[in-house]
């Protein structure tokens, strides 16, 4: 549960001071320049926000992405060029942050949830995404190794599309449709993992199955967690009056709203299954014990009589002139008689509890 546990600097720091992250993930820092309007276009890969300058105060879109480990001086660079707020930045360095959006008096700032599936150790992992949105620019964030806009890139590189016939709004639609599809590729592999232990489940459950019934409950929760906000983001870039977001625009928020819905609804109804899973486990767990027990008192049953029979005729009670000795003792065929009687009475068990179709 580390993703959902915030890193904040020592107590009694002012709000908004930048520190180096506690834990780095070892990603090298790469910052990218698209400079795009309908007839221009530039691509750059910067040393340092400050190479950016020249691109700055033009009508064209300007649209920077950092991507890996990022330093204080990095964002504090990007602050002073773009004019953003330093609680801003500080909740880009400390990721973990809720999905959310902050409007500021030049911009507005928002923090999105990206999952993805970790195949090294089959687990889902949750990267935080960071964008700013001014008149006509975007700074984008990402912290893991796996650039997730390098789509958007080639779009805007072959005129595919209409980002390049629109504004920075449009552009930051086009980034947050990639973050939001990328739930949808996480869910098909849930989806076929649930439908792997279903058949397992159903053919020979085991301890490893209820270790994974747990581990499945507990990425969908976290899941759940981080994906559930982003619905409310979604909803009030769509429904209420942001700055720097067209009218026009905002009927494609509203189709990212809509994928949001279904992933929830994905999500959720894994849940359920996961759940009812766990039910069918504890259910054919319990009715194996019963079919162990059952045969087990079969057996049993079937050695009561004849564990009676054995315990009488090895008391050997005999007296010549006693009238309570056992006489069978003395017979000359009494030792094949007991067995021919056991084994009458065990024949007549197996019959009587067929008949029952106790077993």
């Known amino acids: 549960m580390r993703y959902f546990t915030k890193r904040y600097h020592m107590p009694g720091t002012s709000p908004g001071t930048l520190t180096s992250p506690k834990i780095k993930r070892g990603v090298p820092l790469s910052i990218k320049l698209i400079d795009f309007s309908t007839a221009d276009f530039s691509e750059l890969i ?3 926000p400050q190479d950016s300058t020249p691109f700055l105060g033009k009508a064209s879109v300007t649209w920077i992405h950092i991507q890996g480990d990022v330093e204080p001086d990095i964002m504090s660079q990007l602050g002073k060029l773009f004019g953003l707020h330093h609680l801003a930045l500080e909740d880009v360095i400390n990721v973990g942050q809720r999905p959310k959006i902050d409007t500021y008096d030049e911009h507005f700032f928002m923090t999105m949830s990206h999952p993805l599936v970790d195949k090294d150790s089959d687990r889902i992992k949750i990267d935080q995404v960071s964008l700013f949105l001014g008149p006509c620019f975007v700074v984008s964030f990402h912290p893991g190794e796996h650039d997730p806009f ?25 980034l947050l449709d990639v973050v939001i599809d990328e739930g949808f590729p996480v869910l098909e592999w849930l989806g076929e993992e649930i439908e792997k232990m279903e058949t397992e489940l159903l053919a020979s459950p085991t301890h490893s199955t209820l270790h994974w019934l747990h581990k499945q409950k507990r990425e969908l929760l976290m899941l ?24 026009a625009t905002k009927i494609y928020f509203r189709d990212c709203y809509d994928h949001t819905i279904q992933i929830m609804d994905l999500l959720e109804i894994y849940r359920d299954t996961v759940t009812g899973l766990l039910d069918v486990y504890l ?13 087990l008192t079969v057996i049993a049953t079937i050695f009561i009589p004849l564990t009676f029979l054995v315990g009488v005729y090895g008391m050997n009670f005999t ?28 024949i007549g068990m197996l019959i009587f509890f067929r008949i029952k179709k106790w077993f």
Request: proline share 6%.
């Open 319 to 346: 007296h010549a002139d006693s009238p309570w000795a056992m006489p069978e003792l003395h017979w000359y065929y009494g030792y094949p008689a007991l067995w021919l009687v056991m084994i009458c009475s065990v």
């Open 150 to 174: 390098e789509p958007v890139r080639e779009r805007l590189r072959n005129k595919v599309g209409r980002i390049r016939y629109r504004g920075a709004d449009y552009l930051l639609y086009t």
């Open 224 to 247: 759940r967690r981080v994906l559930w906000p982003q619905r409310e983001v979604l909803n009030k870039l769509v429904r209420e009056e942001t700055p720097f977001i067209n009218e």
């Open 283 to 295: 259910s054919s767990i319990s009715y194996r014990l019963n079919e162990n027990m059952r045969v």
């Open 46 to 48: 910067l040393k340092s």
